[in-house]
């Protein structure tokens, strides 16, 4: 059964600065891995989707790194803004079905 | 931007209640999913369609909780009757279909308090 850790649960830094975010998987057989971010009472809105064969996908500030062999991805986000305080959730996909298992999520607070 | 529609946004109820929430995927997409998520965790998956038919619902409460795609467009999650423990935010997803990038779209959800 995948598991998925997102570590820490919370994190608070300065804005401006560079952080990144960590996700660890336990089954490394997955079709892809999709990092959302979802602000309080709201739904998920999709970040960043890293296909299996792909190391890594940008968009704008954000990028996110997938290491299979390891089971981990992590999600770089550059200038951290106000604005980008939230929680971030990480999730895989597995072959055969396509079931997304999510992790827990780290909430993000970003400091003016 | 094409979206996933949920309503309503909020439900209270009372214990023993029945209530419904509906669904309508972004046009097109096959595959649809039910997802509840409890606050403070990750969202875990209840149900799955691909077209009309159910992919996988082994975590789907069914002495209480049904879900039905009838024409494999929209669809409604039922919970009947409500616990205590169904407080949550229900969340609708859609997507193409794996064959296609597998990425999948996510509704605001709905948010069920049960009193």
């Known amino acids: 059964k995948q598991e998925v850790t997102q570590i820490p649960a919370a994190l608070s830094v300065p804005e401006g600065e560079n952080l990144v975010l960590n996700c660890s998987f336990t089954?490394?057989?997955?079709?892809?891995l999709q990092w959302f971010r979802q602000d309080p009472g709201k739904g998920l809105t999709s970040l960043l989707l890293?296909?299996?064969?792909?190391r890594e996908q940008t968009s704008g500030r954000l990028n996110a790194s997938l290491d299979k062999s390891s089971g981990r991805s992590t999600l770089y986000i550059a200038a951290s803004q106000p604005g980008d305080s939230a929680t971030y959730l990480c999730a895989v996909k597995g072959f055969g079905n396509e079931k997304l298992t999510f992790g827990t999520g780290t909430r993000l607070t970003i400091i003016p | 931007e094409a979206e996933v529609a949920q309503s309503p946004r909020y439900k209270i109820t009372e214990k023993s209640q029945a209530v419904a929430f509906w669904c309508d995927p972004i046009s097109g997409h096959a595959t649809l999913y039910w997802y509840r998520q409890i606050l403070g965790q990750g969202p875990e998956l209840l149900v799955q369609f691909q077209d009309e038919s159910v992919v996988d619902d082994s975590q789907l409460p069914k002495d209480r909780f049904s879900a039905e795609r009838l024409k494999g467009v929209d669809s409604t999650l039922k919970i009947q009757p409500a616990e205590l423990g169904d407080s949550a935010m229900y969340l609708c997803?859609?997507?193409?279909?794996?064959?296609?990038?597998?990425?999948?779209?996510f509704g605001e959800g709905s948010r069920l308090t049960v009193l």
């Open positions: 089954d490394s057989a997955i079709y892809n």
């Open positions: 997803a859609s997507g193409q279909g794996v064959s296609i990038t597998g990425e999948l779209f």
């Open positions: 890293i296909q299996s064969s792909q």
